[in-house]
């Protein structure tokens, strides 16, 4: 992945230069194929925007707005240069005319915008340019409706695309739109994009917060910024560090600080402006990139035989618990990352999300560069704060400390079935629990899974073990018989049994087979 950054950033730099579209707009014979990581628009060209033109609505007399314009009048705020609006709902949740005068906003040519390359979900486009954008958009229709965000977190080509815009000083605000209501529905949490609470234009306050905290920075911190593709990692950074209820180091590294979602009543844009500007070139924090050294999550588990790895991505890790463990283990290592002043580092490993007692994190190396992470099974459970949403996630953060400022963080989720009922006992004269009851059957309790990621089976199974801990029999109950297994794969009589995920209109079904008597 890290490699894939190396050649997008070369591809950017010095790809051979297309027929010139106007400035401002990027069109079909621009774009160089990245493979499944989308195009790049290497021909691009930001249109320039007239210095007479205000920085902010002259109208706009909010602290925050008061505050730019002292500091563009010192000279001491970058300003829009070098910036674009990337709207991507076709004017749904635009920001109004004349909020920012001198920001550009981002065109698409005629054969882009038959291919819909201009609405939902970025990042098949990187562009060689700051760019800030926005989509009040979502799938609200079949049986994987869901947020867009949602949709780039249900595959690799999604988490993929959402680091590389990441990487490339690109983000992007959307909605959470029924994903984070009465049930968290997110797989993952991630630093990738800002994903706000609500529906249609809830997205429209954190679009404008941020882009005044983009033209707030001073230009030599914005310059390295940039330079550095740090200019999403940093907006992410001072977002989560100026929320209302954020006031010390301490109250940085909760979950408070880094949720899934934002809710527009912490947002406190005055902060954040502030804390922009006091960002000094030679104090700006790193990226954290992680990589996996050690994990007992599985290529192929549970009865589909399906991958538990979601996704691995530099600054963010998602696992899908899919086998019968109570629990599991990883060691995952931050020793990547690089201070782009060259500081030495000291991290922090932190539980953002999660029962305390289920979870152990323990850091290892000097600077705390590794840490070794244990998680046992959760049920369905409430995070701390939430009035009534429940959530099957576990969150675990990794902050990079480089004595100025942390860096926004990289994260590590485990996502749980939180459709299937499970029982776990304890293990006799031993340490642990072992799997004893699982219901498989979430349609038939009505319970929601996401047919992107789960299953249903019609059937719940009983399992009991010999005195040496093994599976000594499954008992398999269905609506029409009861069956007698010795192995997940196998009946007590020898015929072997197999599984195959099967989809249909009404979602996604686990068939299993039973091989015939000879």
Known sequence: ???????????????????????????????????????????????????????????????????????????????????????????????????????????????????????????????PAIVIGNSSTAITRGKINRSQPRLAMSSSSGSLRAFLTYASNHLYIYPEHKDHDKVDRFPANWPYMVISQGSSRSDKPFLRALLMTLAALPPETRDRLRDEKLIAPTLQMILRRSQVGVYSREDYMTGRA??????????????????????????????VKLSVEEEDFQAHAGLAGVSEDLFTTPSAIARLWRGPEYSRRMVVSAEETE????????FHWVLLQGDPDLVRIRPKGQGETSAEITIDWHDAYRPLGAKQRMTNRVDIGVFAWNGAHYSAPAIISIGFPGHQTRQYEPIPN????????????????????????????????????????AIAEITRQTAEETLSLSAPDRLHDGRTVSYLPEDTKQGRYLRMTIEPDE
């Open 339 to 346: 201070d782009p002043n060259g500081h030495r580092l000291r």
């Open 1 to 127: 992945m890290i490699r894939l950054r190396i050649v997008l950033l070369a591809v950017l730099a010095v790809a051979p230069v297309a027929a010139r579209a106007d400035p401002g707009v990027v069109t079909m014979d621009e774009l160089t194929s990245l493979g499944r990581a989308g195009y790049a628009a290497d021909g691009f060209e930001l249109p320039v925007m007239s210095p007479a033109l205000p920085l902010i609505d002259p109208n706009d007399s909010s602290p925050e707005a008061t505050l730019l314009r002292r500091l563009e009048n010192a000279g001491k705020a970058s300003g829009f240069e070098g910036v674009i609006y990337d709207n991507r709902d076709r004017g749904h949740s635009l920001l109004p005319a004349g909020t920012f005068p001198r920001l550009a906003t981002l065109q698409y040519g005629p054969q882009l915008l038959e291919h819909q390359a201009d609405y939902g979900l970025a990042g098949k486009i990187l562009l």
């Open 258 to 287: 880094n949720p899934v979602v934002f809710d527009k009543k912490n947002l406190a844009p005055e902060r954040m402006v502030s804390l922009a500007a006091a960002l000094k070139p030679d104090e700006i924090p790193p990226v």
């Open 430 to 469: 031993g340490p642990g629990k072992r799997l004893i009851s699982v219901d498989y059957d979430a349609e038939g309790r009505e319970t929601y899974y996401d047919p992107l990621l789960y299953w249903t089976a019609p059937w719940v199974d009983r399992i009991g073990y010999d005195a040496t801990g």
